[in-house]
């Protein structure tokens, strides 16, 4: 079932073609369309009234206006279905680098609206965790090079072992309530401070 709440774009300088998605969406249970004829108020309406899905229907695209939208949906991190007449391998390419949900080429059907929706939605949603969990595992990465790096200070400047280094970590930051990555950030500070 729909969610009848969800807020929907349709960006579309060809009004019969924007009413066959209005209308695919509005059969499927969706309430909450709006629809603009004229590219050149996107980005006004998007700022005032950021919408949770946009549909894009190019029919005969230029590069030019592909690379604006590839841009927009760069910027406001919605899923964005893109439906086209033709299309070659270079943009198709740039719609996914671009992370345009779902690019439809020669495929406009109301009946089709709905389960491109979904995909959009699943696929948008799907890459989001996938950068999520790629930005956390590259912090986590990160945190575990300066803990590394502090405990080769307490190494070398207490003569402990390694997992020592890493206790006396462990205990300082539990002990002043901090995170271990942060006593370990001032210990390196520290030690750049007072030099080799």
């Given at each position: 079932m729909a969610n009848p709440d969800l807020s929907i774009l349709i960006i579309d300088e060809n009004r019969i073609r924007a009413s066959i998605i209005e209308e695919g969406l509005r059969e499927a249970g969706y309430v909450r369309v709006a629809v603009i004829h004229?590219?050149?108020?996107?980005?006004r309406t998007i700022s005032q009234?950021?919408?949770d899905v946009i549909?894009?229907?190019l029919e005969n695209p230029k590069r030019d206006?592909?690379?604006h939208f590839f841009s927009l949906s760069r910027a406001i991190q919605r899923p964005i279905a893109m439906f086209v007449d033709r299309s070659d391998g270079a943009m198709i390419e740039k719609a996914v680098e671009a992370g345009v949900s779902a690019y439809v080429v020669d495929g406009l059907k109301k009946e089709r609206v709905k389960p491109i929706l979904d995909m959009a939605i699943s696929r948008f949603n799907a890459f989001s965790r996938l950068t999520r969990e790629?930005?956390?595992a590259r912090s986590a990465l990160e945190e575990r090079k300066i803990?590394?790096?502090a405990k080769g200070i307490l190494m070398k400047t207490k003569g402990l072992g390694e997992p020592e280094a890493y206790a006396l970590l462990r205990k300082t930051a539990m002990n002043q309530n901090r995170r271990l990555v942060d006593i370990a950030q001032s210990l390196i500070t520290a030690a750049n401070l007072l030099g080799p």
């Open positions: 004229d590219v050149n108020e996107v980005g009234t950021p919408p549909f894009i229907d206006t592909l690379e790629l930005e956390e803990i590394d790096q």
